[in-house]
């Protein structure tokens, strides 16, 4: 059998090992001081927290529960990478510096590995120099370094090099004890980063060139022999490597599995496969040219609505023409072949033919793939270069310039991965319309004790993707922290509605009941636990939350006189509200809401001239109130005026309130407004299944509105179902008042209600 590090194109065939070892310690040191900025780099708040700094497991150092935790129970399958953190937190504790010199040592070290493994392979030194440089100076590979909860990246590649490198010797004198380690590394690799799961591939590719084992059957003449020899040589090679195959197997369906059960994955409902196949075959063509052209690389490139046809055709035109040149050329340029198919293979976990998350593509995803884009052109390149007369040191200049090109590059492309603030600002720089990026710059501005930078970015974010409940969460609490609970309220609703994981509402509210056991005198946790049990529909227990707060203060405050009266108020118990809100509006007088929630219990308690009147006064304090002004629409609809109730149901919509118990209170309104000045059906309807579909059909409020609406438009059965639907809802959540505010009407439905309405209700769930 043909040596395995066969190297007839060797630069220097007799290079001393002392030498090689040399060029593998510069080739490290070089790649170790280009990325030393990145030791005064902070954590980020992008999946570092996830890892490190708020993983409390990690935090702990390591331990022999937490490699329990990492080998068994730890998201996204890379138990080494979970140890080597937790590794890291013993040695360094929560020093940033100390994480990132552990990414750039492992950097550095793939740098060396990879050097010493081409040029042992072919025997070529500088062109093996070269592209180990171009891998570990390249700026597509920052993201791989400077990001710490990518050390999955520079570990499992670091095993990637060792597994070949064992490969070869292997090759060399093959046996049993040398296989055991080519087992061993890949294993390790692949518990670092699953993405490895093409290493077998990548072996049958070596294994053509250059360690040339197919020579002997391509010495066939052309025709079916050849044909034939060829097939035989692969089947051998490939069931040498069986064992391989099914650890990749292995490790493949159980990746899919985890991510399908985490729900990594996107589904496939989704996502149409022919969106996937756009997605990967403009993936391959992005990544060929922001390799060749890095510019605006970003931290996240968030998939499209869908890929222009001129640039999926223009992705088949450039992946098409590059393979066949490949395989055109593949006897006398077979590093061109193998180089290209490295890139092409070793993407495919990757690519998005799977896709897992919201991104496109991912610098990090070319850190090994790019090897073999960077082993095709420089040879191909040295070839074409010596091919020319007097080429002389051209190649060697060349290489200079395209080296010194990518430091720089890389150099640059550092500085935005200092911290937060600088990742997401040069995201948004890169596509203002990356609403993860603002979301992340707001957290980043908000920690950095500037919340009211913060805000719009938030903001910027939910005008983007309303649905997204971070950033709706995060907006709540800088609002909530700068006493704007108001506002801060219908973004806890939303937010809290739009979890469709009741572990994360669950955690959230935890979170809230934390803060607020821990400091029981300061009322801000407090009233953010309040908000998060009503959002969540919990409101007898906000109401409960906002007594114990009330006994802890010596004086209560005119917030959280407002807050609990106007809880109580929205729950039909105006018998408590009522001497609570009076106090609100005697402890301070400019408190608007605290005057609109003054005039619902006036009104219920008959008192309709001074319900009036607290109304008024609740929009002149504050006129872009929504509140004021539905509550003023309301007591003027019930003392004859609807013209005028009608211009403030316009104010309020013109204010865009975000309540969705707001937004049910307008709709109730205009579905039994007696006036045909008031009344108005439709937007009645439109009004109140906005509210029950931000609030997911399960908050009484909202749901008696709709049913109100429905009743209205004529339909009893479908408002009976809503309203006794509401009942049960309120029952439940400790609102006994809300309910028997509701049975009288529901009853009347019930006896309007002849049979079963022909037409469902508009995105309401089935009962079960």
């Given at each position: 059998m043909r040596r395995a590090n066969a190297a007839p194109e060797s630069d220097h065939p007799g290079a001393p090992p002392r030498n090689l070892r040399r060029v593998a310690v510069a080739l490290a040191l070089a790649t170790l001081a280009l990325f030393s900025p990145s030791l005064t780099h902070d954590f980020l708040n992008f999946d570092d927290n996830l890892f490190v700094t708020e993983n409390e497991i990690v935090r702990s150092g390591?331990?022999?529960?937490?490699?329990v935790w990492a080998f068994t129970v730890a998201p996204y399958s890379c138990p080494?990478?979970?140890?080597?953190?937790?590794?890291?937190?013993?040695?360094?504790?929560?020093?940033?510096?100390?994480?990132?010199?552990t990414n750039i040592l492992l950097h550095a070290a793939n740098v060396a590995a990879l050097f010493l493994l081409l040029q042992r392979m072919t025997g070529a030194t500088g062109r093996s120099a070269v592209v180990a440089a171009m891998f570990g100076w390249h700026p597509l590979h920052v993201e791989s370094v400077a990001w710490i909860a990518e050390r999955r990246d520079v570990l499992s590649t670091l095993f990637l090099w060792l597994t070949l490198h064992a490969y070869l010797r292997?090759?060399?004198?093959?046996?049993?004890?040398?296989?055991?380690?080519?087992?061993?590394?890949?294993?390790?690799?692949l518990l670092a980063k699953a993405m490895l799961v093409t290493a077998p591939c990548l072996l049958l590719l070596l294994d053509f060139w250059p360690l040339r084992r197919f020579d002997d059957a391509l010495a066939h003449p052309r025709g079916a022999k050849r044909l034939e020899a060829v097939a035989t040589r692969l089947l051998q090679l490939a069931l040498a490597k069986a064992h391989l195959f099914l650890l990749a197997a292995y490790f493949t369906l159980e990746g899919l599995y985890t991510a399908q059960y985490t729900g990594l994955l996107a589904g496939t409902e989704g996502l149409p496969l022919g969106f996937r196949v756009e997605t990967a075959l403009s993936g391959?063509?992005?990544?060929?040219?922001?390799?060749?052209w890095p510019a605006d690389l970003t931290v996240l490139y968030l998939l499209p609505a869908g890929w222009e046809a001129w640039r999926v055709f223009g992705s088949v035109a450039v992946l098409t023409a590059v393979t066949w040149i490949v395989f055109r050329e593949w006897r006398r340029h077979p590093f061109g072949f193998v180089g290209w198919f490295w890139f092409l293979g070793t993407l495919v976990p990757v690519i998005g033919l799977v896709q897992g998350g919201s991104q496109a593509l991912a610098d990090r995803y070319t850190y090994v793939p790019l090897v073999g884009a960077f082993i095709a052109v420089t040879w191909s390149a040295d070839a074409w270069l010596k091919s020319r007369a007097g080429s002389g040191r051209i190649p060697t200049v060349v290489a200079a310039v395209v080296l010194a090109i990518c430091?720089?590059?890389?150099?640059?492309?550092l500085r935005h991965w200092k911290n937060s603030a600088a990742l997401f600002e040069h995201a948004i720089k890169v596509n203002p319309s990356n609403h993860i990026a603002h979301n992340h710059l707001g957290v980043a501005l908000k920690v950095r004790g500037q919340p009211e930078l913060a805000v719009p970015h938030f903001q910027a974010a939910l005008r983007l993707v309303p649905e997204y409940a971070d950033a709706r969460f995060n907006l709540a609490g800088v609002l909530q922290s700068a006493g704007?609970?108001?506002?801060?309220?219908?973004?806890?609703?939303?937010?809290?509605?739009?979890?469709?994981?009741?572990?994360?509402?669950?955690?959230?509210?935890?979170?809230?009941?934390?803060?607020?056991?821990?400091?029981?005198?300061?009322?801000?946790?407090?009233?953010?636990?309040?908000?998060?049990?009503?959002?969540?529909?919990?409101?007898?227990?906000a109401a409960a939350a906002l007594r114990d707060a009330a006994r802890h203060q010596p004086s209560p405050s005119a917030v959280l006189l407002t807050e609990l009266g106007g809880l109580l108020a929205g729950m039909e118990r105006h018998a408590e509200a009522l001497p609570l809100l009076e106090a609100a509006v005697q402890t301070t007088a400019t408190h608007s809401d605290a005057h609109a929630w003054l005039a619902v219990s006036l009104a219920a308690a008959g008192r309709t001239n001074d319900a009036l009147r607290a109304a008024r006064e609740a929009v002149r304090l504050s006129t872009n109130s929504p509140l004021a002004n539905t509550v003023l629409a309301e007591q003027l609809a019930a003392a004859g005026q609807p013209a005028d109730a009608a211009a403030a149901v316009r104010e309020a919509l013109r204010a865009e309130p975000g309540d969705p118990e707001l937004l049910a209170r307008i709709a109730l309104l205009l579905a039994t407004a007696e006036s045909p000045l008031l009344r108005d059906g439709n937007r009645a309807t439109a009004l109140a299944e906005a509210a029950c579909r931000q609030t997911a059909w399960k908050r009484p409020a909202c749901l008696f509105a709709m049913a109100t609406a429905l009743a209205a438009s004529s339909r009893p059965a479908d408002a009976l179902q809503l309203g006794t639907r509401a009942v049960e809802i309120a029952g439940a959540s400790g609102q006994p008042a809300l309910a028997e505010n509701y049975r009288p009407r529901i009853e009347a439905w019930r006896n309007a209600a002849l049979g079963p309405s022909m037409d469902p209700v508009p995105g309401f769930p089935p009962r079960r």
């Open positions: 390591l331990s022999w529960p937490g490699i080494l990478a979970w140890v080597s953190h937790m590794m890291d937190v013993t040695l360094f504790g929560l020093q940033p510096a100390g994480h990132h010199f292997h090759g060399e004198k093959p046996g049993w004890t040398r296989g055991v380690p080519v087992f061993v590394f890949l294993l390790l690799g391959y063509a992005t990544y060929l040219l922001k390799t060749v430091a720089v590059l890389t150099t640059v492309q704007r609970h108001a506002e801060a309220r219908p973004h806890f609703a939303t937010a809290i509605a739009q979890q469709s994981n009741t572990n994360q509402v669950a955690s959230a509210i935890a979170m809230f009941e934390s803060a607020a056991r821990a400091s029981p005198r300061e009322i801000e946790p407090q009233l953010y636990l309040a908000n998060a049990l009503r959002a969540a529909g919990r409101t007898a227990d």
